[in-house]
């Protein structure tokens, strides 16, 4: 049962802040010139999930703004109907639907996976974008530890059930929301649903390097499809996901605020993953800033790729080869 309320969008906070104070980030961003491109996507069909705030509705604005047809598939429809109204303003575009999507709940998932594989005749685009970022110790309908649950596990099923017409739809991308806190979090294959200890940080963290591992590996096996994955850190974007840390936390959050990144400057990596011709023959990569960006040690792990695979699959009891 889920104990708390799940935030739509991809998330960045308090484990982005020894990066953004760096040097090294001041420069990289200083001398990098910001990224644009007038790729369109007329005739495409994109999925972003938790598009009703934050980098997932600025991601909808801008695909939408490209010719592509977005379908918001979002948990709170009441919510989601209000974004539907603001994305549709300010990209111009009718081709927008919202549908409802639940990652706490397999049931949720399997009923919307259905539906788009009923009513939808491709998929060219599909952005995991929701998730959770350091909340109290609470379980998803199906008993997983809802960090694990929504962030990782949510979406590994998701993407299971749409791949059928991810591939009819070739060229097509896959695209995980990451984050740079994947470097601070190991897999725990023996108790990946944090029952016998729990910090909230490190659960993050777990889940964040799990879309790391799961993209690195689903590469792998969708050679030769023409479909591609790719996962990425956002930025240190301002959120109201950052009410779950403490209060020193906070305060290190706030006075750090003018380094982070608005939804619309943190979206742009997700969109560049989406659109990016260049990545057409790239797959697997993690990514930051609009740039191929290296990750952890344990990220590039592939027997731990493959072992958190097969965990994954014997919890949802699917099988995926």
């Given at each position: 049962?889920?104990?708390h309320?799940?935030?739509?969008?991809?998330?960045?906070?308090?484990f982005?802040?020894?990066?953004?104070?760096s040097?090294q980030?001041?420069?990289?961003?200083?001398?990098?010139?910001?990224?644009?491109?007038?790729?369109?996507?007329?005739?495409?069909?994109?999925?972003?999930?938790?598009?009703?705030?934050?980098?997932?509705?600025?991601?909808?604005?801008?695909?939408?703004?490209?010719?592509?047809?977005?379908?918001?598939?979002?948990?709170?429809?009441e919510?989601?109907?209000?974004a539907?109204k603001?994305?549709?303003?300010?990209s111009g575009?009718?081709?927008?639907?919202?549908?409802?999507?639940?990652?706490?709940d397999?049931?949720?998932?399997?009923e919307?996976?259905?539906?788009?594989?009923?009513?939808?005749?491709q998929?060219?685009i599909?952005i995991?974008?929701?998730?959770?970022?350091?909340c109290?110790?609470?379980?998803?309908?199906?008993?997983?530890?809802?960090?694990?649950?929504?962030?990782?596990?949510?979406?590994?099923?998701?993407?299971?059930?749409l791949?059928?017409?991810?591939?009819k739809s070739?060229?097509a991308?896959?695209?995980?929301?990451?984050?740079?806190?994947?470097?601070?979090g190991?897999?725990?294959?023996e108790?990946?649903?944090s029952?016998?200890?729990?910090s909230?940080?490190?659960?993050y963290?777990?889940?964040k390097?799990?879309?790391?591992?799961?993209t690195?590996?689903?590469?792998?096996k969708?050679?030769?499809?023409?479909v591609?994955?790719?996962?990425?850190h956002?930025?240190?974007?301002?959120t109201?996901?950052?009410?779950?840390l403490n209060?020193?936390?906070q305060?290190?959050?706030?006075?750090?605020r003018?380094?982070?990144?608005?939804?619309?400057?943190?979206?742009?990596?997700?969109?560049?993953?989406?659109?990016?011709?260049?990545?057409?023959?790239?797959?697997g990569?993690?990514?930051?800033?609009?740039?191929?960006a290296?990750?952890?040690?344990?990220?590039s792990?592939?027997?731990?790729?493959?072992?958190?695979?097969?965990?994954?699959?014997k919890?949802?009891?699917?099988?995926?080869?």
């Amino acid at each position: 049962m889920r104990t708390h309320s799940l935030e739509e969008s991809g998330c960045e906070g308090w484990f982005g802040v020894r990066r953004i104070l760096s040097p090294q980030h001041g420069q990289r961003n200083m001398f990098r010139g910001a990224w644009s491109s007038d790729a369109k996507l007329d005739g495409k069909t994109v999925i972003i999930t938790g598009s009703n705030t934050g980098i997932g509705k600025e991601a909808a604005i801008d695909l939408a703004k490209r010719g592509a047809r977005i379908i918001m598939a979002c948990r709170d429809m009441e919510k989601a109907n209000a974004a539907l109204k603001d994305v549709t303003e300010a990209s111009g575009s009718q081709n927008i639907v919202v549908k409802k999507l639940d990652l706490s709940d397999t049931k949720s998932i399997r009923e919307f996976a259905e539906l788009i594989n009923k009513e939808e005749s491709q998929l060219n685009i599909l952005i995991n974008n929701a998730g959770v970022m350091v909340c109290p110790y609470g379980k998803t309908a199906d008993g997983f530890e809802t960090q694990i649950g929504v962030n990782h596990i949510g979406p590994f099923l998701l993407t299971y059930l749409l791949l059928d017409l991810i591939k009819k739809s070739a060229p097509a991308r896959i695209i995980n929301v990451s984050s740079v806190a994947h470097k601070y979090g190991s897999i725990n294959l023996e108790d990946l649903n944090s029952e016998k200890a729990y910090s909230k940080s490190a659960a993050y963290s777990q889940s964040k390097l799990a879309n790391v591992l799961f993209t690195r590996l689903l590469a792998t096996k969708l050679k030769g499809t023409g479909v591609t994955a790719y996962s990425l850190h956002p930025g240190v974007v301002q959120t109201d996901l950052w009410r779950h840390l403490n209060k020193a936390e906070q305060a290190v959050m706030w006075m750090a605020r003018p380094f982070t990144k608005t939804s619309v400057q943190g979206a742009q990596t997700t969109i560049y993953c989406a659109v990016e011709p260049e990545l057409a023959t790239e797959s697997g990569g993690y990514y930051s800033d609009c740039a191929k960006a290296t990750c952890s040690t344990l990220g590039s792990d592939d027997k731990m790729a493959q072992d958190l695979w097969d965990l994954t699959c014997k919890l949802l009891n699917i099988t995926w080869d």
